[in-house]
Nanobody, 127 residues
Framework: QVHLVESGGASVQSGGSLRLSCAAS????????MQWFRQAPGQEREGVAS????????FYADSVKGRFTISRDNAQNILYLQMNSLIPGDTAVYYC????????????????????WGQGTQVTVSS
């Protein structure tokens, strides 16, 4: 069993920054692919940023490139999402997820591959 717990969501004004965290625990062996997803009201869940810890390869949605950065502290088993220059369009529930399917399946998206999910953390950006 892998447990993922997100934190760091908040309500901020446009232009602000937030740093989301996802703490992993349990049987985390080989959960080398991790990804942040988000889901806005009435919208489908979308991949925001992915990271393969084996080689550091990452991908970002076009909408967040240059503003968001995904990283992982492997020693502490924490996944981060640094979000800068936030805009109202970033408002969503943000989820972290992990799988063990390897580097070739660690691209952005691939929602169906992720077996382990956090509970989500709300990010609200006001104009």
């Amino acid at each position: 069993q892998v447990h993922l717990v997100e934190s760091g969501g908040a309500s901020v004004q446009s232009g602000g920054s937030l740093r989301l965290s996802c703490a992993a625990s349990g049987d985390i062996l080989n959960t080398d692919c991790m990804q942040w997803f988000r889901q806005a009201p009435g919208q489908e869940r979308e991949g925001v940023a992915s990271l393969y810890s084996g080689d550091g390869t990452s991908f970002y949605a076009d909408s967040v490139k240059g503003r968001f950065t995904i990283s992982r502290d492997n020693a502490q088993n924490i996944l981060y999402l640094q979000m800068n220059s936030l805009i109202p369009g970033d408002t969503a529930v943000y989820y972290c997820a992990a799988h063990r399917h390897g580097a070739q399946l660690c691209g952005l998206g691939n929602l169906h591959l992720f077996q382990y999910w956090g509970q989500g953390t709300q990010v609200t950006v006001s104009s």
